[in-house]
Every structure is written in structure tokens, then in C-alpha cells.
């Protein structure tokens, strides 16, 4: 190449400095919106339990789950979230159909154990991890005044590949996935601040 | 009460003043006058809290029920999220990554090289990353922050967006040929490397800006107020890198891959809305593959090795060169160097 710079060259680099300059810019100005290492996180507050934490996350196999709160559950025998109080009562008079259609709620009694009165004893209800599918059925029949709404979902970071972008967040209607600082439960941010319209 | 003190304004000036304009570290100090004691109205609001918040925490902290037995609550898990070090991990793996690949394809024109770092880029970024966070989407973040005030980005998508962009004005499209794991899936299966006609590939290189253009609108203003991110909902290989994803997804992937068997990297050439980016940047790259005139056989060999069209008139076509280094590798004077004039193993020069 010959020592002065031809014309080609000096477009190339004055197109370069452009260039920099405006992805210095646009950086820059990305500044003053970094939310620093958020991450997505279901408020319960807002959450309608739609049933679109299944469908849309980028997972067949939704991240969501259902988590019960369990200093908040009421350890019913007749639970609404596990029962479907809209189904046929067998002769003990107990619903014979569930709500999870994937049965991953389970119960167990737990404490002292009385054998004759079913209604006497307290279950405790867990989820079985490998079947939810997050529908949020069980969260919807736990909601207040049927429930104590001890049941939630929740984005299990064991599963979330932690996108760009929250696919859910994208398609929740109710707004209910936020970006939290701290992995927390319940933010208490309001839908302006942590979710685009 | 806090009170900024100063030393040098200790005695002169108001006390409004000093507050304006001492710099100094607030020193916390009890007020002797007893001027800005808490008054009564505050004293009694205080113990109005405090009376009302006992009455709230005793409605919800509840007794737990009697369970008899030996039952207590058990503790509800909560995974962690990713931490904070992996994070940077993976921004200094994507600078470390654009490095190495800069330097394999410019001054060690190493094909086998740029292959390796690709490998493990599709390990490390597609299979153990499972494609999140990545370049190409972040392209809809970006835009979604430029546009919302209110939309937060995390320093992770910023710093995958403009990286390699800042790359590909030094370097080209170093980032396609070396770090993208969508290259490198592509690259890989690349066996009957087939040419398509300069025309069709010419029209349809047009393609990745009207997708560019198509994803930056639904991503910042929407379609009927609902905002999508295309490009994530329709990527090709990001279903096959979770090993999970809708039908659509995963056909069109691997269509994309069977196409690819003959046609090299029909993503990144003729729908990466990302390449787009790259390919109008590297244009002006500082330095890129380059075929130079004094040192070339006139043979033709790098042109017929470049699957993707990209070396015209045996000179490099630096908006769609991809880096993979297969002309280096292709031309008779790299593997011989014996023969060359000047000697050493980087036979061409880069200008």
C-alpha cells in the first residue's frame, strides 16, 4: 500500500471512528437502564395463575413451578388445590377427581395420626418437581377465600436458562414476572418499574 | 440529625449553606441546642406504627397448628440462580473467545485453529449455555431499552450486543467465523459445500436486513401493542441446543441443518439478523481476511474453497466473509511454505 492514505482508506476509517463512536454512544446510554444481575422472578401478588407460565416458556418442560409457602398452608384434609370439589363426592364424602391434571401434588399426613376421623388429621402437600408442568391449576383453586394461597409459582433458577428476555414475561398478561435485584420471592416494585408495558 | 462538616466553612456561612456546598464525608453529631429533637406529632405517629404493626404481624404470623408429633415446618427449597461470577464468566469468555479468534484467523491464518475455538464455543455458549444469553437476540433488548425508558437491560445483553459488534469494526466478522454457536453447528455439518448462483445469492442476502428490520419493530413497538421478540421465538438452533422447544423451532432447524449440507451457513447468510449488523460494520473493518495481489497464484483455489460465495474477483468480500479460514487453507502457497519467497509460515501478508 502506498503511504498517503488513499481515498477508500480514509472512508473506511472515518466510517470506523463513526462506528465506535456511535457504540460508545449507544453503550453509554444503555447505562442508565442496567438493572445490574437481575433476575425474573413471578410476583403472587399479581400472579392470575392463567396458565401461560406453561405454554410460553422457550422450555417444553416449563421452569415454572408450583412452590407451597408452608407456614402459610393450612394442611387441610379437604384442599382445594388437591380435591376437585367440583367432582363427584365418593361415600366418605370426599371429591373423588384432583385438580393437577399431572398429579404432581402429593400429600401425606403428618403429626398425630387420628385413623378414625379423616377430618382430624393434617396433610402436608408438596410438589413432585418432575411432573409440574407449571399450569398453575392447584395455585388458582388455593387462591383466598378458598385457600390460604400457600401455593404459588415460582421460576425455578435450577431449570431457567435465564434468557435474554423472559418469554413469559413477554406473554404474561397480568404483568406478574418481574426483574428483581436479589433473588427474592415477593418483589415489592410496581409493574412500572420492573416490567415494559 | 446528619450535618455535613466542614472545616473550612466552620465558622462563616449559614447552615444552608454549608450543606451546599461541603463535599466532605457527613459526620452524624448530636444537635446541642436540642433544635431538631423529634417532636411530639412524630413521637406519636412512631407509636402508632408501632401499635399497628404489632396488630398486622400478629393477623398473619400465626400460631402454627398443633400437629402433635414431632412435625415442624419444613423449609421450602429455593434454587439459586446463576451466580454472579459465572455471569462474568461469560462476558470474559466472549471477549477471550473474539480475541483468540481474531488472532487464529489474522496471523495465524489457522483453519484448524478457528475450527477448535468454534468447537468450543458451540460446547460452551450452545450446549452448556443453552443459547441464552446470546448476541442475536440481545439485538431486541438493546432495542427495547433504547426505546422504553422503563425497560431495564441487564450488563450481560449489553455487553453481548456491542463486543462483538466493536469486534467486527477491528477484525470483521470474526465473531460468525469463531464464537457464534449457530456458525459453528452449521460449519460442522457443511459436507458437500455447493455453490449458489452470485445472483440468488446476492437477493437473498437482502433477506437479514428485512428481518433485522421486522424484529427491531416488533421488539420495540409491537404489532397491536404486543410486543414480541421474533428472533427468539423463531431462532433455528437454540431448540436443539436445550434439547427442548416448540415444533416449529425445532423443523425449522433442522431444515436449516439439512440445507446445510450443501449450502454453507444458510442462517448466517442469507436470515441472521445479527450477520446483518456485522456484515454493514465489517465493512469498514481495521483489518480482515485479505487475498493480497502480490503474493496470489491467480489458481482460483480460495474462491472455489469459500462456501459462501464470499471471495469475488479472488479478493475477500468483507461484508460477507465469515472468517473460517478455508481459503487460507485451500491455497497452495499456506500449505507449502518452503516455496515462498519471503519464508515463514505467514506466507501473505496483511496489509
Not at chain 1, 363427584?88 to 384432583?98: D, F, H, V
Not at chain 2, 445472483?199 to 416488533?218: E, K, Q, T, W
Not at chain 2, 473493518?285 to 474477483?313: F, H, M, S
Request: hydrophobic share 40%.
Amino acid at each position: 500500500m502506498s503511504e498517503k492514505s488513499t481515498r477508500r482508506q480514509f472512508i473506511d476509517r472515518s466510517c470506523r471512528i463513526i462506528g465506535f463512536a456511535a457504540i460508545g454512544g449507544a453503550a453509554g446510554l444503555l447505562t442508565h437502564r442496567v438493572s445490574g444481575n437481575a433476575v425474573y422472578q413471578v410476583d403472587p401478588a399479581k400472579c392470575t395463575a392463567c396458565d401461560l407460565c406453561r405454554t410460553s416458556c422457550v422450555l417444553s418442560f416449563s421452569a415454572v413451578k408450583a412452590v407451597n409457602q408452608f407456614d402459610k398452608c393450612g394442611y387441610c384434609m379437604l384442599c382445594p388445590a388437591y380435591f376437585d370439589v367440583n367432582s363427584a363426592p365418593n361415600e366418605r364424602g370426599i371429591p373423588s377427581g384432583k385438580v393437577c391434571p399431572q398429579d404432581a401434588l402429593k400429600r401425606r399426613v403428618v403429626g398425630k395420626v387420628d385413623e378414625e376421623d379423616p377430618n382430624n388429621n393434617y396433610y402436608e402437600y408438596t410438589i413432585d418437581e418432575t411432573r409440574c408442568d407449571g399450569c398453575g391449576k392447584c395455585v388458582k383453586a388455593c387462591k383466598p377465600p378458598m385457600g390460604n394461597g400457600s401455593l404459588r409459582l415460582e421460576i425455578r433458577y435450577a431449570r431457567c436458562v435465564e434468557c435474554n428476555e423472559c418469554a413469559i414475561m413477554i406473554a404474561c398478561p397480568a404483568l406478574a414476572i418481574l426483574r428483581v435485584p436479589v433473588p427474592g420471592i415477593s418483589p415489592a416494585r410496581s409493574a412500572e418499574e420492573g416490567k415494559h408495558a | 440529625m446528619p450535618e455535613h462538616r466542614c472545616p473550612s466553612r466552620r465558622s462563616n456561612g449559614s447552615r444552608r449553606e454549608r450543606r451546599l456546598f461541603c463535599t466532605g464525608e457527613p459526620t452524624y453529631t448530636t444537635d446541642a441546642g436540642g433544635r431538631h429533637a423529634p417532636k411530639p406529632a412524630w413521637l406519636v405517629l412512631i407509636v402508632l406504627a408501632l401499635l399497628t404493626s404489632s396488630v398486622l404481624f400478629a393477623q398473619y404470623q400465626r400460631k402454627p397448628p398443633d400437629f402433635g408429633g414431632a412435625y415442624g415446618f419444613p423449609t421450602p427449597e429455593h434454587p439459586e440462580p446463576r451466580a454472579d461470577w459465572i455471569r462474568i464468566l461469560d462476558i470474559a469468555a466472549l471477549a477471550a473467545a473474539l480475541g483468540t479468534g481474531s488472532w487464529l484467523i489474522l496471523k495465524r491464518r489457522s483453519r484448524n485453529g478457528v475450527l477448535l475455538l468454534s468447537i468450543g464455543a458451540l460446547a460452551y455458549f450452545g450446549f452448556f449455555r443453552r443459547g441464552c444469553i446470546c448476541p442475536i437476540g440481545s439485538i431486541q433488548n438493546v432495542t427495547l431499552a433504547l426505546v422504553d425508558s422503563r425497560y431495564l437491560i441487564s450488563i450481560g445483553v449489553i455487553a453481548f450486543f456491542f463486543l462483538p459488534l466493536a469486534a467486527a469494526l477491528l477484525f470483521g466478522r470474526v465473531f460468525c467465523g469463531s464464537v457464534c454457536p449457530h456458525g459453528a453447528i452449521q460449519d460442522l455439518v457443511l459436507l458437500r459445500p455447493t455453490k449458489v448462483p452470485e445472483r440468488l445469492d446476492r437477493a437473498l442476502r437482502f433477506l437479514p436486513y428485512a428481518y433485522l428490520g421486522l424484529a427491531v419493530l416488533f421488539a420495540g413497538w409491537g404489532l397491536y401493542q404486543q410486543r414480541r421478540f421474533l428472533i427468539c421465538e423463531w431462532d433455528p438452533f437454540v431448540g436443539l441446543f436445550r434439547v427442548s422447544g416448540s415444533f416449529h423451532m425445532l423443523a425449522i432447524g433442522a431444515g436449516l441443518l439439512l440445507l446445510g449440507m450443501f449450502f454453507g451457513r444458510p442462517y448466517c447468510r442469507w436470515l441472521c439478523p445479527y450477520g446483518a449488523i456485522l456484515a454493514l460494520l465489517s465493512r469498514v473493518a481495521w483489518k480482515n481476511v485479505q487475498i493480497t495481489p502480490d503474493k496470489e497464484l491467480d489458481c482460483g483455489l480460495c474462491a472455489e474453497a469459500c462456501p459462501y460465495g464470499a471471495i469475488r474477483n479472488l479478493r475477500a468480500d468483507r461484508a460477507s466473509c465469515v472468517a473460517c479460514a478455508r481459503c487460507y487453507e485451500s491455497c497452495p502457497r499456506h500449505r507449502q511454505p518452503q516455496a515462498a519467497p519471503g519464508g515463514g509460515d505467514s506466507l501473505i501478508q496483511v496489509s
